[in-house]
């Protein structure tokens, strides 16, 4: 199909290297000794493991499950069992290590029980459920949730679906070789997605180095009835770039601060339309992928490969030299050397390249910048990479930022052109990483800030709503205390008591409490306690007097007189009664 093409700005020429691993078919690579399969494997939340040591697993169980919308499940890659659920070291620049689940295959590869669907058949909700449960993610390098991209927006009409099939990174010829052998398949996923998206057009990018794999995806669009149409645009790094393929193909430019969706575009790789129609024609969950394995070795070719297993194993498939001395996983551009050669495949693996001085000869070391402006003409997203340095060598991060430094998708074009071979990347990747840890930690501050002025309002809250139940009750307590005290002292001035007589002041005082209503209450509570002490301190004192001792008949005091005398002839000395005259 002719149509208009489009430019974008910048990029840069290196040698393809490509031809060394197309001469042979896809090959399967056979069962590892073990499988290691990290749980996190794609952009957004890591899943959570279903499975403990000891427990039996067939090829495409559930092994960990997502993690919310932005997540995507891992599953089996064989059958066997699982020896351990731990950390182990990753792909990753870092060397860190991350959550995986360690199976040891049986030898039976058996699957378990697929269930093929006509998605057709399906809502559009419940085929974007599948894709998630079946773990399919970008296979082109940014392994986002493919069912998160799957929603078209409300507000702007989708005008035009890509599907990326540039693969514009030197020596990875997975995506071309996929197009060549499996192309029907890839054009059924595709089928998914524009049903889905319902966009205007479907254009198949590809980039004009790889014309077998353009006729091959022309032919089988043709044969499926469909109308899409594949293009091939010019053969320059990075043209496989998303943002950069949408421009080229539609003209379209997606600002820094927007997606591509708010455009009206949508973009795929042609690996991950392929895994797509397996999950959901053939019920497959994603348990392998392609990878080119070439540079240092005696026979470059691309290998289907079981996620979870040691690099070191693949690369002996292709036979490497003598003197490889690591892997770099991803392309010489964007790629980086793995930490360790045992390290899993996964996923975002498209490529292993055995590394080699004399494949890759040392840089000679860097000089200081001479401005020349190389790197801004071959930046593909207009930025000033020279101002980035400078300001980043500085650790001046707020000024990186200025020059939107996360624009910035380390392509590497900027490094490829330096006469100083300054590494510009390695400074820019050091930037960010210090702006992201400066803002976690300024995060993590501010979350502790929040959280220790709300403990204060919390307990000053709390300690306020008790100071008012106290005064509540005390004040409750006052008045209830206060009316007893006036009920009693308008009692004893109604009718005085024999020790009020006696005594007075404290009678004189209490129909003060009654008649006075300015008293403090306190006072009014401490003299109806003096009072009530005074009334039970009087009841006693009558219960313990000794009755009919004054008055006695003569027959009574006869006989008292009597025990008397007995005692004092036995010795026993009489003590008189208290109120009573004593005998002798």
Known sequence: MLMNLFKFKGGVKPPTNKTQ????????????????????????????????????????????????????????????????????????????????????????????????????TLTQEEVRERLQQAGVVGLGGAVFPTHGKLTASKTVPMDELIINGAECEPFITCDD???????????????????????????????????????????AVKAAGEDFAVVQVPTLYPAGGAKQ????????????AKRSTDLGVQCFNVATAYTAWRAIAHGEPVVSRLVTVT????????????????????????QPKADTDGIVMGGPMMGFLVPDMTVPVVKATNCLIAHSEQLFPPKAPEMPCIRCGSCAQACPHELQPFEMYWFA???????????????????GCCSFVCPSRIPLVQYFRFAKSEIWARERDKNAADGAKTRFEFKQEREAREKAEKAEKLAKAAAAQAAKKAAEAAAVAAAETASPTAEAAVAPAPAAETPAVA??????????????????????????????????????????????????????????????????????
């Not at 393929?245 to 820094?256: C, D, N, Q, S």
């Open 393 to 411: 060598r500085a650790k001046n991060f707020g000024k990186t930022q200025e020059y939107h430094i996360f624009d910035c998708i380390e392509c």
């Open 245 to 256: 393929l949408i421009r080229v193909l539609t003209g379209k430019e997606v600002p820094a």
């Open 21 to 120: 691993s197309v001469g042979l078919p896809i090959a399967k690579a056979p069962l590892p000794s073990r499988l290691v399969v990290p749980l996190h494997q794609s952009i957004g939340g890591t899943p959570r493991p279903v499975v403990q040591a000891g427990d039996k697993v067939l090829k495409g169980q559930l092994i960990g499950e997502a993690d919310g919308w932005i997540s995507a499940a891992v599953h089996a890659p064989t059958s066997g069992t699982v020896v351990d659920v731990a950390m182990h070291v990753q792909p990753h620049p870092s060397g860190l290590d991350a959550m995986c689940v360690v199976i040891e295959p049986d030898g039976r590869d058996e699957w378990i029980a697929r269930e093929p669907v006509d998605y057709a």
């Open 295 to 318: 540079g240092n070795v005696g026979e470059p070719r691309n290998y289907e490969v079981l996620i979870g297993t040691p690099m070191n194993e693949v690369l002996a498939l292709a």
């Open 177 to 219: 070789l996929l197009m060549r052998e499996r192309a029907d398949e890839v054009v059924q996923g595709i089928a998914i997605f524009r049903d889905l998206l319902r966009p205007k057009k479907v254009l198949i990018g590809i980039e004009d180095n790889k014309p077998e794999a353009a006729e091959a995806m022309r032919t």
């Open 515 to 584: 008649t006075a209503p300015a008293i403090d209450a306190d006072k009014a509570t401490k003299m109806a306690t003096i009072q009530a002490a005074m009334e039970r301190a009087k009841a006693q004192r009558e219960a313990a007097q000794p009755k009919n001792t004054e008055v006695q008949a003569p027959a009574i005091q006869l006989e008292i007189a009597e025990i008397d005398a007995r005692r004092q002839a036995a010795g026993v000395e009489t003590a008189a009664p208290a109120n009573d005259q004593k005998t002798e």
